[in-house]
């Protein structure tokens, strides 16, 4: 259970008396040297490790029991005199141990290198100045800032508050935000209902805040949790659905060498004999190097990655990627040039015909002339100012577009002649902003600019032609923002409620056409089984032209009056619906418009608990929430550091066919490794089967224990060549799912296959060649090394091999150096010491026949098995309940010994 005394006395007492407690100040913070002795004290802000341990990785190799048993069984075999076969068996366990250490540990380093590149930050007063630090760097007593989108970095006690609501999901599973405030909360209060605590890994949802760390680290409540779900290393379904494998496994080989120990006992076999040979059994079944084969693959896959200008935080995520088959993105920049262009102002002078005098406005007030006025009043209300430089400080795009209006230059002396007084700032709830300007001559002025459906509810007398123009500039696919003003008694702070009874100025026009491209890149994704849907808080007349012009929808109807129709839902039609309608909804909707931050990460949260392999693809504050929510968060390298902190992948390209490429890329890497499970469970396991049946019949042990452990570890290294294989197109063509059922099929269908041939190896041995058991032993290692290895060439591909499908030259060559030792040692030097003897020549020529025969019929049986497979039920994804939590545990993960070089994401 989590130490919860600091975390519940700090809610429990005022914020002031707290600050106290703590040696704290709101004006200057912590000083840097006490920041550092804290640190020190009470170790990282961290919850989870990346360090490459040599000793971890190498307790991982050495931890299997199977092992464990083998080297005691070989110990006590030497202890009575067979101390030759008991040292190479220990030579041989040593050498596969080395062979999986080698390459986890390597896998390790480039983990390690890869989580060392990111560095997540959090705003802290520290020496008096606000600063940006490494959130593991934090440490009780710092004065932390929250902003929306921001993942709380430790567990705080708020001390001021502005609307601010934190979505608490992640621990307690509250859909709902919650509400934060600074008021002390009673003794006795439940964690989840601390109102004036802002807990570790949660996310703010709305508002801002400044609260003090009260915790870091373990001693937080994600850290307790996160302990308690053994968060390194951080599993991904897809290594849960390994775990699980291997323990099939695992329990086929405990009944198997359950079994063939007690029949051997029976038979007056030796004991220790006995006990090696079903130990040896069970360690040639269970898959020693398949963490080493998918360590390996995320690790070339990562360097692949970024090649193709795609960086991963994490090497799990690549196979979280390749699960993908729902993508939410934004509409501006990903399917259109992101280089939003001023295009022209329409001025309300031309609906002004009619148009009633209004009583609002005071005599002798000027009212801005209409014509070309909507670009000087929207260059005027800006949050940063009316001039070119202070708008190029924190502008938006559309506000960028307007200062690089060639006639925007020539309008500054105009500008000037204005003083800002008071800024509503933008929300996505009010889509717009308000400044209050006076003139020179003392006259103010309301100024607002933002959504034409917002500014106009606000307007009064609005013509219909201007309703008919903004709806003939949305039908274009243009975006347009509205300009209204009306006159001010007073000087006033601005509010909300002043933002009515409001004269429209004109419209602004701007550019920005679909991105070339992006319908291949659509089209692309398509073809990978991807749903692209646009979620943007554009206009959805807009959104649907673009979609319209890039084939996500289909082409406009004879006689369409621009109206967005089937297949699109905006804000207010998201807010009549429940969860259960939403997610009813979305398989239908391929257009959301007008959507809040919130709404956006209702939608992800609603489909990835309906479905699941949900992506979201975004790069500003407002996409925080969403990016959080998702199964994969996206963002791209020009993107905002909320953004990019909340996202699990980087594009370096904010290009949808980068993004294929990743996609691409994640189910490659889980094919392959399919490919090594797939090959464990056919002639590797139809093989030890073999041996164990072969074991009751013979009057002698087919193979000895050390020579089952030498043709395992000679396989293994073989397969090691896996990750550099290609992969058929079809197979990439749909979301990578672990499916253990078709798994367990492939086994029972294959695996009695192999031991079909393994049968016709021993009666070649035993009545053609009258082998003794020395040379019985010495064919059936070759044939069998030959054809486990050798059969990765047909499994690898649905396709006719090597015709239709041609493998990796690194695994050809691996697999024909692997069975070229094996035919070479029982004529080696080494012969007599693993218990060979030198074959006749014809055996090599009926071993040419029996493995042409066998991958025939396993050629053969591959079209039967998956013509079969493709009229199964298609597997369902298992829930992941804590997925959320490791996720966002490894947030807050120790660095490793190397210094970031990446340190803005």
């Known amino acids: 259970m989590p130490d919860t005394t600091a975390l519940l006395s700090a809610a429990g007492a005022d914020a002031p008396d707290v600050l106290r407690s703590l040696d704290v100040t709101l004006e200057a913070g912590l000083t840097s040297d006490e920041a550092a002795r804290r640190l020190l004290r009470d170790g ?5 490790s990346h360090e490459a341990r040599p000793l971890a990785v190498l307790w991982h190799q050495l931890r299997s029991p199977l092992l464990g048993l083998l080297l005691v069984a070989a110990a006590a075999s ?5 101390r030759g076969s008991a040292a190479i068996i220990a030579v041989i366990v040593g050498l596969s141990v080395a062979l999986g250490f080698v390459n986890e540990f390597r896998a390790e380093r480039a983990a390690e290198d890869l989580h060392d590149r990111i560095v997540h930050r959090a705003r802290v007063l520290r020496d008096g100045r606000h600063v940006l630090v490494d959130v593991t760097t934090l440490v009780v007593g710092d004065v932390v800032a929250l902003a929306l989108g921001d993942i709380v970095p430790a567990d705080l006690r708020l001390v001021e508050t502005d609307g601010l609501e934190c979505d608490e999901s992640v621990l307690t599973g509250e859909s709902l935000p919650a509400d934060k405030g600074v008021t002390a909360t009673a003794p006795g209060t439940a964690i989840a209902d601390l109102s ?10 709305a508002g801002r805040g400044v609260a003090v760390v009260v915790a870091t680290g373990p001693r937080t409540q994600l850290g307790a949790i996160a302990a308690g779900l053994r968060t390194r290393p951080l599993d991904t379904e ?15 080989a405990a009944t198997l060498t359950t079994a063939i120990f007690v029949l051997n006992v029976l038979l007056g076999r030796p004991l220790l004999d006995a006990l090696l040979f079903s130990l040896a059994i069970a360690v040639g079944i269970t898959p020693q190097l398949l963490p080493a084969v998918v360590s390996s693959s995320l690790a070339a896959g990562s360097g692949r990655m970024r090649r193709r200008r795609v960086l991963v935080k994490r090497l799990v995520c690549i196979e979280d990627l390749g699960d993908v088959d729902v993508l939410f993105t934004d509409k501006t920049g990903t399917l259109t040039d992101g280089r939003v262009r001023y295009a022209a102002a329409v001025p309300g002078a031309r609906w002004a015909d009619g148009a009633a005098a209004d009583p609002t406005v005071p005599p002798g007030y000027a009212m801005p002339a209409p014509d070309g006025d909507a670009l000087r009043w929207g260059l005027l209300c800006t949050e940063s100012g009316g001039s070119a430089d202070g708008a190029a400080a924190g502008a938006n795009p559309l506000d960028e577009a307007l200062w690089d209006a060639p006639e925007a230059v020539s309008l500054q002396p105009w500008l000037d002649r204005y003083t800002h007084l008071s800024v509503l700032p933008f929300d996505h709830g009010r889509r717009m902003v308000s400044v209050l300007v006076r003139s020179r001559s003392g006259d103010l002025t309301l100024v607002t600019k933002g959504a034409p459906e917002t500014v106009l509810e606000r307007c009064t007398d609005v013509p219909p032609k201007a309703r008919e123009a903004l709806a003939a500039q949305f039908a274009t696919g243009h975006r347009v923002v509205a300009v ?10 601005l509010t909300p409620d002043d933002e009515h009874g ?15 491209g992006a319908a291949q890149a659509l089209a692309r994704l398509a073809g990978l089984g991807v749903t692209v849907k646009v979620v943007t808080g554009d206009n959805a007349a807009v959104a649907v032209t673009v979609c319209r012009t890039l084939g996500l929808l289909p082409a406009a109807p004879d006689g369409d009056d621009g109206t967005p129709g089937a297949g699109v839902l905006t804000g207010a039609d998201l807010d009549a619906l429940d969860d259960e309608a939403l997610a009813a909804a979305i398989p239908l909707t391929t257009v959301f418009a007008r959507v809040s931050p919130e709404h956006k990460a209702r939608i992800v949260r609603v489909q990835r608990l309906s479905t699941g392999g949900v992506a979201f693809l975004g790069d500003g504050v407002n996409d925080a929430l969403a990016l959080h929510a998702a199964d994969v968060g996206i963002s791209v390298d020009s993107a905002t550091d909320v953004a990019k902190d ?3 992948v980087i594009l370096l390209e904010k290009d949808l066919d980068v993004l294929a490429d990743g996609v691409t890329e994640g189910r490659r890497i889980f094919a392959n490794t399919v490919k090594y499970v797939l090959m464990g469970t056919s002639s590797n396991f139809g093989n030890m089967f073999s041996a164990a049946g072969a074991s009751v019949f013979l009057s002698f042990l087919p193979m000895l224990p050390s020579q089952i452990l030498l043709n395992n570890l000679l396989y293994d290294a073989g397969q090691l060549a896996i990750p550099t294989d290609g992969v058929d197109e079809e197979q990439l063509r749909k979301p990578s799912h672990w499916d253990i059922g078709f798994i367990k099929r492939f086994m029972l269908f294959f695996g009695p296959l192999s031991s079909l041939f393994d049968a016709l190896t021993f009666v070649v041995m035993l009545a053609v060649f009258h082998s003794g058991p020395a040379q019985f032993r010495s064919g059936w290692f070759v044939e069998s090394l030959a054809t486990q290895t050798l059969v990765v060439f047909v499994i690898r591909t649905r396709r006719v091999p090597f015709f239709r499908s041609r493998p990796s030259r690194a695994l050809m060559l691996a697999a024909a150096a692997v069975v070229l030792v094996g035919a070479l040692l029982p004529g080696s030097p080494l012969s007599g010491a693993l218990g060979f003897q030198p074959l006749p020549w014809a055996y090599f020529a009926a071993l040419a026949g029996m493995v042409v025969g066998y991958l025939a019929l396993i050629e053969a049986g591959k079209r039967v098995f998956f013509s079969a497979a493709r009229t199964a039920a298609p597997a369902l994804r298992r829930p992941r309940p804590h997925a959320h939590l490791r996720r966002r545990a490894a947030w807050f993960s120790a660095p490793g010994r190397r210094t970031p070089v990446r340190s803005d994401r």
Request: hydrophobic share 55%; proline share 8%; aromatic share 4%.
């Open 196 to 205: 004036d605590a802002a807990l570790m890994g949660t996310v703010v949802h």
């Open 238 to 252: 897809f290594q849960v659905g390994l775990r699980r494998f291997s323990m099939l496994l695992v329990r086929v």
């Open 502 to 516: 409001l004269h429209l100025v004109g419209l602004l026009v701007f550019l920005d056409p679909p991105k070339a």
């Open 78 to 82: 030497a202890l009575v005199g067979e």
């Open 646 to 648: 909340a996202a699990d």
């Open 44 to 48: 990282p802000n961290a919850v989870a």
């Open 484 to 493: 209204a003003s009306r006159p001010r008694a007073d000087a006033g702070p």
